[in-house]
């Protein structure tokens, strides 16, 4: 029997991205930037697994505690930074994101993350959530990262692994396959290995943990069926695919 078609699930990402477009490119953002805190639209897995880093995330034990956020996007961290009493403040190279982030309570510094505009040891917390595989040396972002953490500052971050699954799974199977991803939104050339933070890690006096992340079974199933509710990610032993990184600065 035909489904009505009020009744159908809307797509998880639209296709308003500029025909053309290479994988990777910062212009997808703002082709969509309206969809950034829709529940059901393109950025819809950027907000589950906010939700999975913020766990990671101590709370503020300071009135003036910091948290930056680099590579916000449209600040899809603002709750949990405001939840967890931090002042939250945003870096990104994206224009039009920033300003969806500041509509949503966060500072908004428009800057390029290899090299942060900010202070040395200004931050409580740096988060750096879903943007190591965007950009061309991830090494140096996480550097910068330390560089503006403070003493006894913790430090969280996921991103995806370069391996075979990955490729498969968030490009081949999430950008065509699921909806659960924009196409062209992935290079896999720039997909990041745990070993490379790790090291640039330690370098640096940060004892890197990681683990693996990946959706709950039920809730990609309920969610890729009717494009409703959040999808809670959980930990897993496996980082083949999505990991996640965190530890405090000596």
Known sequence: ??????????????????????????????????????????????????TARARLVPPATRP??????????????????????????????????????????MVAVQGDVHAVPLADGCADVVSAGEILEHVPDPSTVV????????????????TINATVAARVLAVTVAERIGGAAVRGIHDPRL?????????VCAERGVALRVRGLRPRTRDLVRWLITRRGDVAMVPTWSTAVLYQGWGTKG
């Open 143 to 158: 550097a910068e990262a330390i560089r503006v953490l403070r003493p006894g500052g913790t430090l969280v971050l996921d």
């Open 1 to 50: 029997m035909p489904v009505a078609p009020a009744s159908r699930p809307r797509p998880a990402a639209p296709d308003r991205v500029r025909p053309g477009r290479p994988r990777n490119d910062p212009g997808q953002y703002v082709d969509l930037v309206d969809e950034w805190w829709k529940p059901d639209g393109a950025f819809a897995m950027l907000r589950w697994i906010a």
């Open 191 to 199: 997909f990041v290995r745990p070993a490379q933070l790790r090291q």
């Open 64 to 105: 003036d505690a910091l948290l930056v956020d680099l590579g916000c996007g449209g600040g899809l961290f603002a709750p949990h930074a405001r939840r967890l009493g931090y002042r939250h403040v945003g870096v990104d190279l994206v224009a039009a994101g920033l300003r969806a982030a500041q509509a949503h309570g």
